[in-house]
């Protein structure tokens, strides 16, 4: 298996809302990462998390809240959010969180949020 | 943020000419990655070149990446209407940190 799954594909939530998320890998890969992506814009690092530790959190606000459950799934939790939060939300994964070791990321095909 | 700078921002060209994108980025790297994102999908890894490399090539793919000014390319020959992509080279910063993207259209 060597993809990253991401669900649902699409999201509609109001800012009332609770919802997640959800990731899954099944490729052995120990860091497993977060990013946001707006329109005609490139991807934007959230959080990454390395043997199932949060070891980067970007300054994202706390109505994001990321979880990793295990080394194959990761989550992210939503809250409150706001209609600026709408965008594509891709999880990507890798044999290492030591990006200077040069190893490619394996993206999902990303959640569409739109928040109402 | 953003660590590079990519141009152009978009680029159209007829099926069977090359493109060239170019990446400029900020600080110093071990390696570059490209990557491609069709609309509105996840980003596919095409190649990676490393600070001590000059020139790499890959199939229909070629990158170079000179150190001194900071700087990349990716030259697609012979291109095909399927090459029609979004493309975005990344950094190895604290992780991954993309350029802001060369919008591809490779007309029949």
């Known amino acids: 298996d060597t993809e990253v799954t991401q669900t649902p594909k699409h999201l509609v939530m109001g800012m009332t809302n609770k919802k997640s998320l959800k990731c899954e890998q099944h490729?052995?890969?120990?860091?497993m990462y977060w990013y946001k992506q707006k329109a005609k814009k490139p991807p934007e690092l959230m959080f990454v998390?390395?043997?199932?530790?949060?070891?980067i959190n970007e300054s994202v606000p706390s109505r994001f809240s990321p979880e990793c459950p295990n080394s194959s799934l990761l989550n992210l939790h939503l809250h409150a959010l706001q209609p600026e939060d709408s965008a594509l939300y891709l999880c990507?994964?890798?044999?290492?969180?030591?990006?200077?070791?040069?190893?490619?990321?394996?993206f999902g095909s990303g959640t569409r949020l739109t928040v109402v | 943020s953003q660590q590079g700078e990519e141009d152009p921002q978009a680029l159209s060209i007829q099926e069977g000419e090359n493109a060239t994108m170019n990446c400029s980025y900020k600080?110093?790297?071990?390696?570059l990655q490209w990557y491609r994102q069709n609309s509105g999908r996840g980003l596919v890894h095409l190649i990676l070149?490393?600070?001590?490399?000059r020139e790499k090539h890959s199939g229909r793919l070629r990158v170079t990446l000179d150190t001194s000014k900071k700087s990349s390319s990716l030259l697609i020959t012979a291109s095909r209407a399927a090459d029609t992509a979004s493309y975005f080279c990344?950094?190895?910063?604290?992780?991954?940190?993309f350029g802001s993207g060369t919008r591809l259209q490779v007309q029949p």
């Open positions: 990507a994964s890798s044999q290492s969180d030591r990006v200077k070791l040069g190893y490619g990321y394996t």
């Open positions: 490729m052995g890969h120990r860091a």
């Open positions: 998390y390395s043997y199932e530790k949060l070891s």
């Open positions: 600080t110093s790297i071990n390696n």
């Open positions: 070149i490393r600070s001590n490399e």
């Open positions: 990344a950094t190895d910063r604290r992780a991954l940190t």
